[in-house]
């Protein structure tokens, strides 16, 4: 494997550590503030850093709601967070260091599409000019790579660009329909409660379904 053309096996070990963020898919969180887990290295890190680290990975408006924000105690493997909080602050830690290869191991599987939509918006700018590897499952996680591999039961089946995967109809194209379906499911899902709330502000009637209706 090269990095720049040059043989990682020929670069110091810990440089190449440092040279690399990476976001498993279970995440490991200290049991310390929020703050000192997205500026974990040996290098300090500016409260504007940290802050700027937290609003990429879209887990600022989460940490401020926080009575204490960034310097919240966090349990033993960040216990009082929830599945997808842990995983945005994983995220923040990873990127905070600018690294020049990032590796996201399925660590957007525990947010909802909305927010993945969010985070990897926010990620572009971090991502641009840098190695980027995104294993997932979720073809809306991978579908801007340069270059997406297809894997079924361990095994290479399709390889090429999203747009060129969907011309040739195999497994990578049946399973990016079938999420569209679930994603739009989903976002309708999201809209309703704002619709009904904006229903009941206006002081319209809101209809009620009985169970044999369908919602």
């Known amino acids: 494997m090269f990095i720049d053309g040059r043989d990682i096996h020929e670069i110091p070990l810990q440089t190449l550590r440092g040279q690399i ?15 000192d887990n997205i500026g974990f290295d040996p290098q300090p890190y500016s409260d504007e850093q940290v802050v700027q680290a937290a609003k990429v990975a879209q887990v600022y408006d989460n940490i401020v ?13 960040g216990i009082s967070l929830s599945g997808g909080q842990r995983q945005r602050v994983s995220i ?16 957007l599987s525990a947010v909802d599409t909305i927010t993945e939509d ?11 000019k840098r190695t980027t590897v995104i294993i997932g499952h979720r073809i809306s996680s991978v579908q801007h790579a340069d270059q ?16 060129r995967l969907l011309r040739n109809n195999g497994l990578y194209a049946d399973t990016y329909h079938k999420q569209l379906l679930d ?11 704002r619709a009904v709330s904006s229903q009941l502000a206006k002081g319209e009637p809101v209809h009620e379904y009985s169970r044999g209706e369908a919602s």
């Open 21 to 35: 963020g990476i976001v498993p898919q279970d995440q490991f969180l200290f049991s310390s503030t929020i703050r």
């Open 118 to 128: 969010l985070i990897l918006e926010g990620l572009k700018s971090v991502m641009n």
């Open 148 to 163: 997406i591999i297809v894997m079924d039961e361990g095994r290479i089946v399709e390889r090429g660009t999203h747009e």
């Open 92 to 107: 923040a830690r990873a990127i905070i260091k600018k690294p020049s290869v990032l590796i996201f191991d399925d660590s």
């Open 65 to 77: 709601e926080f009575p204490d924000q960034f310097d919240t105690a966090l349990g033993e493997r």
């Open 183 to 193: 994603q739009e499911a989903e976002r309708e899902e999201a809209r309703m409660p």
